[in-house]
């Protein structure tokens, strides 16, 4: 990779890690709804002109049923878990059980598309989800409260539809382009969950803090990063730009820990560990195979 491409992928790893930080801080608020529905919709507001730039717009108009499709149950949905499981856990255990959406991929593909796994990637699922388990024993400070398995529960819930949504764009929405898709589902999730913000809205007003934290997921988070993230698959290739998976729970844990003072343990460092070497074997990142292509 040339160095600007090494610079703009540490720099998505520091916006996408920062979303978990700046969710986790801002949820209380504002609440799950008010919160997505804007930060969605200042993300498309950024997108949908260099969708039209690109000369897209023909193909947004042309797919609305399933530009719903993702944009209802694979995007809204899985936004609300993962926003409502931030009032509940830490920002570094979000990153982390958002990580597993991969393994979730993989499995899907090999049961629902019939794609073979292979030894070594399978293991690297049970691997992952041993990482999972590690995370959530008991004595975990990394649970706000006691609804923190629940919340857990809630952000694997996130990290499953997320991969579901994954194969059915790979399948339904090919000929589309991924940019496309991505400002047309985002600008429809604002909207759908809209009226739920507007009846949910908190009434104590947000603080600066929380307006600002806000505007970063929208505008950096969701709106460049997303951005950035096409930009780099187009230059690097998927499996480069599926790095930053691997970089953004580092920087929500070590960020969590200096913003919001969250605990930073032993357990949630092995755990991040064993869940990020198990998705890049249940990728196919790592591994026999691997080493073999990169000795030809």
């Known amino acids: 990779m040339r160095p600007r491409d090494v610079i703009e992928l540490l720099l998505l790893s520091l916006l996408w890690g920062g979303a978990y930080l ?5 949820v209380p608020a504002f609440g799950p709804a008010p919160l997505v529905s804007m930060r969605l919709g200042i993300a498309a507001l950024i997108l949908l002109p260099i969708v039209a730039w690109r000369g897209g717009l023909p193909q947004l108009r042309a797919n609305p049923v399933a530009l719903f499709m993702v944009g209802v149950p694979y995007t809204a949905l899985p936004f609300m878990l993962m926003t409502w499981g931030a009032l509940h856990i830490t920002a570094g255990l979000s990153a982390v059980l958002n990580a597993t959406a991969p393994m979730f991929a993989a499995l ?10 292979g030894a070594w990637r399978a293991g690297g699922l049970l ?20 609804k923190g398995p ?16 994954a194969n059915y764009t790979r399948r339904r929405m090919a000929g589309i382009d991924p940019l496309v898709v991505t400002a047309g589902s985002l600008a429809l ?22 307006w600002g934290e806000m505007a970063f997921l ?15 698959l187009g230059r690097i290739g998927a499996v480069r730009a599926m790095s930053v998976t691997f970089l953004s729970p ?41 080493a073999a292509a990169a000795t030809r």
Do not use: N
Request: aromatic letters at 8%; proline letters at 4%.
């Open 218 to 232: 929208g505008i950096a988070s969701s709106g460049l990063g997303m951005w950035m993230y096409f930009r780099l």
């Open 22 to 26: 700046f969710t986790r801080s801002a």
């Open 127 to 146: 691997l992952g989800f041993c990482g999972v388990l590690i995370l959530m024993s008991s004595g975990s400070i990394s649970l706000k409260d006691g």
């Open 250 to 290: 580092l920087v929500a844990m070590v960020s969590g820990a200096l913003y919001l003072g969250e605990a930073l343990t032993l357990q949630m460092l092995l755990g991040c560990a064993v869940v990020l070497f198990g998705t890049a074997l249940s990728l196919g990142l790592i591994g026999p195979r691997r």
């Open 108 to 117: 899907v593909a090999h049961f629902v598309l019939k794609e073979k796994l």
């Open 189 to 210: 999730a604002s909207l759908v969950l809209a009226p739920l913000a507007w009846a949910t809205w908190p009434d104590t007003p947000p603080s600066a803090r929380a």
């Open 150 to 165: 629940l919340a857990v529960a809630a952000v694997l819930g996130t990290a499953m539809i997320w991969s579901v949504g």
